[in-house]
């Protein structure tokens, strides 16, 4: 079982930037491609980013590329999010999430292929 702990949301004005942080309890990190996920109030859960178990492929979402950057540190256990020029449209809960069972250089997209999820950060962009 692996524990996923965002950290790192918050409220922040329009154009500003944020770094979301995920801890994986799981020592054998780098066997997990990485995702971030967002949420916003009677939405569906959608896809923002994804990073590869090796780290080198990288996928984002439409709305966030150019913006938006993940990374991971399998040294650390961590992976981020670098959320930049934010939008008040980009406001949502931001959820982390691991896949094992893909290949090494696959980042995932689709929920259905994460098998853990963390319980997720609030982000707020205030126009």
């Known amino acids: 079982q692996v524990q996923l702990v965002e950290s790192g949301g918050g409220l922040v004005q329009t154009g500003g930037s944020l770094r979301l942080s995920c801890a994986a309890s799981?020592?054998?990190?780098?066997?997990?491609?990485m995702g971030w996920f967002r949420q916003a109030p009677g939405k569906e859960r959608d896809f923002i980013a994804s990073?590869?178990?090796?780290?080198?492929?990288?996928g984002y979402a439409d709305s966030v590329k150019g913006r938006f950057t993940i990374s991971r540190d399998n040294a650390k256990n961590l992976v981020y999010l670098q959320m930049d020029s934010l939008k008040p449209e980009d406001t949502a809960k931001y959820y982390c999430?691991?896949?094992?069972?893909?290949?090494?250089?696959?980042?995932?997209?689709?929920?259905?292929?994460?098998?853990?999820w963390g319980q997720g950060t609030q982000v707020t962009v205030s126009s």
């Open positions: 990073i590869s178990k090796s780290g080198d492929r990288t």
């Open positions: 799981e020592h054998t990190f780098s066997n997990y491609a």
């Open positions: 999430a691991a896949a094992r069972n893909v290949y090494y250089t696959y980042s995932p997209r689709m929920p259905w292929e994460y098998d853990y």
